[in-house]
């Protein structure tokens, strides 16, 4: 009995050394990879074991209709579509697709068939639809500490005797303005790729839209002149939000009006002397 005792104690004891060794071992971490919304992510998802603090390259593909909107988890850029993350404990990602659905809204008193002074923009025909012209607007000059105050864009409009089809607030709300089947005044004065058709007279075949936003300070100096001082930073530039709904509004109106990728130009394109916008913050690499 004592032997079977002391046999037992001695197994006991071993299995406790076993334990004590096993601890020394390497620690497994754990990464849990999941997706909300259609799309797809490398590593796929799943539970997936790492040496303790290895950094893992991540990656997100949308789904037709969908599109990439952020990382949850302990990733090093939330936004970026390929991103790393350390493998720490029980890690936790999830890749967060949006439906690819723009929903436009009507701006501010309506559209725009009459303007203050009677007149009425032009129609035009659908075959003139053939180019984009992108903008960039605020109300900085008057209210350079509150600039995107939405209500205030027909005024400015009125005031400076403009419109565009088309105006994206900060947070990527689509508002239009002028139906597409009318000539709206947002191009103005300029030339474009030696086309007699389009001098002076971009209005009449593109689409404008405005992204409220507010170019860098050499920029904005000789436009607001002592304005430009009282601008916040953060202000300047475009959100992810407007180039994700930038994005899909241009997609649809090329889709809709087959115009093709190179009719797409900036108003500081149109007429680099006089305009900045939407000026050197626009990253037209986001528009792809
Ligand atoms: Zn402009």
Redo the contacts with the bound molecule.
């Keep these: 009995m004592k032997r079977v005792f002391r046999l037992a104690s001695i197994l006991i004891i071993t299995l406790m050394f076993v334990g004590c060794f096993n601890t020394v071992e390497p620690l497994k971490h754990t990464l849990i990879v999941s997706i909300q919304g259609e799309g797809f992510v490398d590593p796929t998802p799943g539970t997936y074991q790492f040496d303790k603090e290895t950094l893992i390259n991540i990656s997100a593909t949308a789904s037709d209709d969908w599109v990439f909107s952020h990382w949850i988890g302990p990733v090093a850029d939330t936004t970026a579509n390929e991103t790393t993350v350390l493998v720490e404990q029980e890690t936790s990602v999830i890749a967060v697709f949006a439906q690819n659905s723009l929903t436009i809204q009507t701006g501010p008193g309506g559209l725009i068939t009459r303007r203050i002074d009677g007149s009425r923009p032009a129609s035009r025909s659908e075959k003139d639809i053939q180019y984009i012209t992108i ?1 960039a ?1 605020s109300d900085a000059l008057e209210n350079p500490t509150n600039p995107y105050n939405m209500n205030r864009i027909r005024y400015i409009f009125d005031q400076y005797k403009v419109e565009a089809h088309y105006v994206i607030d900060r947070r990527g709300t689509v508002y239009q303005f002028v139906d597409d089947r009318f000539v709206a005044r ?1 191009a103005g004065v300029g030339r474009w790729n030696n086309d007699p058709k389009l001098t002076n007279n971009m209005n009449r075949f593109s689409i404008g839209i405005e992204l409220l936003g507010i170019g860098a300070d050499h920029e904005m100096l000789p436009v607001i002149g002592a304005a430009n001082n009282l601008v916040s930073d953060i202000d300047r530039g475009f959100t992810d939000e407007q180039y994700q709904s930038i994005g899909m509004l241009v997609d649809q109106l090329m889709d809709r009006y087959q115009i093709p990728k190179h009719n797409i130009l900036g ?1 500081d394109d149109y007429d680099p002397e006089r ?1 900045w ?1 939407p000026g050197v913050l626009f990253d037209w690499s986001r528009l792809e």
Excluded: A, V
Aim: hydrophobic share 15%; glycine share 0%.
């Design positions: 903008h607007m947002h108003h305009k916008d």
